[in-house]
């Protein structure tokens, strides 16, 4: 069977113009089939305005005049376009059982303790948890901190090793990235001059003398 818009509507459409029988209309319409003879007898959908699923598009003539030959047969339905507009395209949220939900404190705790790189962003998003919960954990006050021990998450089954090694390198890159920033700015040059330094001495070369020394220079005259 194929969901169809407006079924009490359409129902009672049947019922008024059709000569099928309740459980034929209940199949098409995915309702009950007493609900369908409550529908006949006035007791449902009284203020419902009956809708012609041919004119809508949701069932051919060809299907109608097959089911009201036949009371064994079985409608089907048209695929509605309006019916696939109002799909939601938006993936259902992850779905964590109640028994594994413990499990996230634990994560954290692995993340806080190994890579402390990681923003609490991050693993927010990568865990499904909020920043209040990592806070409490990081601080220890969270409600069961007494029992709550560093455990890989991809030991736990909440995320998959590839989307791990993904993140803890972003976060590294990044954490690398701004102490380069950082610690930069305040390296110095090995070859840069220092100010004020002392100048180098250079000893005063001596004078040299016009002739060489004597035995009476030296010593002097005996006189």
């Given at each position: 069977m194929t969901d169809i818009l407006m079924p009490k509507a359409t129902a009672v459409w049947m019922v008024d113009n059709?000569?099928?029988t309740f459980?034929?209309?209940?199949?098409?319409?995915?309702?009950?089939?007493l609900e369908v003879r409550g529908i006949a007898d006035g007791d449902v959908a009284r203020d419902i305005r009956g809708?012609?699923?041919i004119t809508g598009g949701q069932l051919t003539r060809e299907e109608l005049d097959k089911a009201q030959a036949d009371s064994n047969?079985?409608?089907?339905?048209?695929?509605?376009?309006?019916?696939?507009?109002?799909?939601?395209?938006?993936?259902?949220?992850?779905y964590t059982p109640v028994s594994r939900r413990q499990d996230r404190p634990d994560a954290i705790m692995w993340f806080v303790k190994n890579h402390p790189e990681v923003t609490d962003a991050q693993i927010s998003k990568?865990?499904?948890?909020?920043?209040?919960?990592?806070?409490?954990?990081?601080?220890r006050t969270h409600w069961n901190s007494a029992n709550i021990k560093a455990v890989d998450p991809v030991t736990l089954g909440l995320v998959g090793q590839l989307a791990l090694d993904e993140l803890v390198k972003k976060a590294a890159d990044k954490?690398?990235?701004?102490?380069a920033k950082r610690g930069g700015a305040t390296l110095q040059a090995v070859d840069a001059p220092v100010e004020d330094a002392e100048p180098e001495f250079v000893p005063e070369e001596r004078e040299r003398r016009?002739?060489?020394p004597t035995a009476e220079s030296v010593f002097g005259s005996r006189d």
């Open positions: 059709t000569s099928l459980e034929q209309i209940a199949d098409f319409c995915g309702l009950h089939p809708v012609d699923p047969y079985r409608m089907k339905a048209v695929v509605s376009r309006h019916a696939e507009l109002l799909k939601s395209a938006k993936p259902a949220p992850k990568l865990l499904g948890t909020t920043k209040a919960t990592i806070e409490t954990v990081r601080n954490k690398a990235k701004d102490d016009g002739a060489e």
